[in-house]
């Protein structure tokens, strides 16, 4: 049976699913939140991984009629003779896909040392696919804290920079000035909302001042300041939509005093509150929760390959984004130097940041199973991804049958050849089967996987599924553990094949709609092959 092992953690605080609280919103997959929402209980002090209440006691019934259902957790799972397999994105042969190449991304900055710290690369921004003009487009700094630029693609590989009118022959969208220096930008599409001026939104940090406020745009180029933030940020802070719940969420973050007996010497340690808001504007004002930070499964993983038994020190960015029925977490998790630091050199240094994922059901409690980077840098001397790995917001895209994960990362040298930490930014790009994060597999022996009680409100079943030698049947079951007549095994036509989409038929019946809104199991027979997902349509 599958299991992540959330009934053997030790809980930060008390669990409302068994004190009989949650009396709060009830979710589209049948998760009932808790009456105080968002949760209190959690511990900062606490070095055990997160609570998620809804794998230690799951809805009786889980509804499926949002998006494909993935195996990322055992959310779904009731029983499982399956084995579960991790995948990770393979870089895109054609990286970088942006370099520093213009003046206006090799710019010096004062306030950095006077050094020319170039870059054309996300620090956090986003990525995006704009229906309105069929065009990918990609905010990223250029310039290390300098402008914000924003480029073109129509095919979300090959990208160009654009010239508009904000900074004349340049793609700049938000210069910086006297008094501003950017950091994080955190922008989204906002493809619900209705004033067409502001389909563009973004959170934005101001070095200068250290002060941070929201902004809005009609077309992603000409930004305007809707409200400041009137709570504490800090760079690395980024917001996020959850269209399953309709609100907004600020991902703030935070600096504590360094445990010495938990982290490095001089490293701080980074970790996120928790606002949320209905509408954008609210979001300025809402009232920060603690939310989470590293525990004890954060190992450092070194650019050796070999892994240190010290916890990872700081969650230096995190970017959330819905992907089919989930949230998905785009975490950048500090390590360490590449070498050592030193007070005459401590911008020498390069900075060994890793990419990790974790998987939401509600938006707020995150199960993170694989605890193996998603994405690393390459650690070689002079390539352009070398370190400092981050994620960008957005990720993935959707793209045909592929997933895009787009993340930025460092060379660690100015246009000069100086070491620098900051220097030689560039955008990257990591291609991954569609629903592929996760896949449930079988051998030369047939293995089973039994879902929960589900109920859904389609006909027509699919699956994403590869399996060229083997076969995939299913049969549907009562609450009982009854087959249901005709979807028997014996009468699924086998699924084989490697397709993202495929179809499940049964002899004797035309579709699934005599078992639709009734709660049913699935099982799963599956034979030489992988199982990524299933879903059940119109």
């Not at 490697?498 to 034979?527: I, Y």
């Amino acid at each position: 049976m599958v299991s992540d092992g959330h009934s053997q953690a030790v809980k930060t605080g008390r669990s409302p699913h068994a004190a009989g609280e949650l009396t709060g919103e009830l979710l589209y997959n049948g998760i009932r939140l808790p009456a105080v929402w968002p949760p209190r209980n959690m511990v900062p002090g606490s070095r055990e991984p997160m609570p998620v209440p809804y794998l230690d006691a799951p809805p009786a019934v889980i509804r499926i009629d949002v998006g494909r259902q993935l195996f990322v957790d055992g959310f779904l799972i009731e029983d499982s003779t399956l084995e579960r397999t991790f995948h990770k994105p393979q870089p895109w042969s054609g990286n970088p896909l942006l370099t520093p190449e213009k003046p206006w991304e090799q710019e010096t900055n004062k306030d950095w040392r006077s050094t020319r710290r170039s870059a054309a690369a996300s620090f956090d921004d986003g990525v995006f696919y704009d229906p309105a003009d069929k065009l990918f487009k990609l905010f990223y700094a250029a310039g290390q804290c300098n402008h914000t630029a924003l480029a073109y693609s129509d095919d979300g590989l090959h990208w160009r920079r654009p010239e508009f009118d904000v900074v004349k022959g340049t793609n700049i969208v938000i210069p910086k000035a006297d008094d501003f220096t950017r950091d994080s930008f955190s922008p989204l599409l906002d493809l619900e909302t209705r004033d067409p001026q502001q389909r563009f939104k973004a959170y934005i940090y101001n070095r200068m001042g250290h002060t941070s406020s929201l902004l809005t745009s009609p077309d992603g180029i000409h930004w305007k300041t809707l409200a400041p933030l009137t709570y504490p940020t800090g760079d690395g802070t980024a917001i996020f939509y959850n269209p399953f719940r309709k609100v907004w969420v600020c991902a703030v973050k935070r600096v504590t005093p360094t445990p010495p007996h938990v982290f490095s010497p001089g490293d701080g340690h980074e970790i996120k509150y928790y606002s949320e808001s209905r509408d954008f504007r609210g979001l300025a004002d809402a009232e920060p929760v603690f939310w989470f930070h590293t525990d004890r499964l954060d190992k450092r993983f070194l650019a050796d390959g070999t892994i240190d038994s010290a916890t990872q020190s700081s969650i230096y960015a995190m970017r959330a984004t819905p992907y089919e029925s989930i949230m998905l977490a785009n975490i950048a998790l500090f390590a360490h130097y590449l070498e050592a630091p030193k007070a005459t050199s401590w911008y020498t240094a390069g900075k060994n940041t890793q990419w990790w994922l974790g998987y939401s059901r509600d938006g707020f409690h995150w199960a993170r199973p694989d605890r193996e980077p998603f994405v690393t840098g390459s650690f070689r001397d002079d390539a352009w991804d070398r370190s400092y790995v981050r994620p960008t917001g957005g990720s993935p895209l959707v793209v045909g049958d592929k997933l895009y994960f787009y993340y930025s990362a460092w060379k660690n040298k100015t246009p000069e050849g100086k070491a620098h930490k900051y220097a030689g930014g560039s955008m990257h790009v990591a291609l991954l089967r569609r629903d592929g994060f996760v896949s449930m597999d079988a051998g030369e022996k047939e293995g089973t996987l039994t879902t929960r009680p589900v109920a859904f409100t389609g006909k027509c079943m699919f699956v994403n599924a590869d399996c060229p030698h083997g076969e995939l049947r299913v049969e549907v079951l009562d609450k009982d553990g009854e087959v249901i007549e005709p979807f028997t095994k014996a009468a699924c036509k086998p699924v084989s094949g490697d397709k993202t989409l495929s179809r499940v038929e049964w002899q004797g019946a035309d579709d699934l709609a005599a078992v639709r809104d009734r709660p049913v199991r699935f099982r799963f027979s599956l034979k030489k092959g992988k199982l990524y997902a299933f879903w059940v349509d119109v």
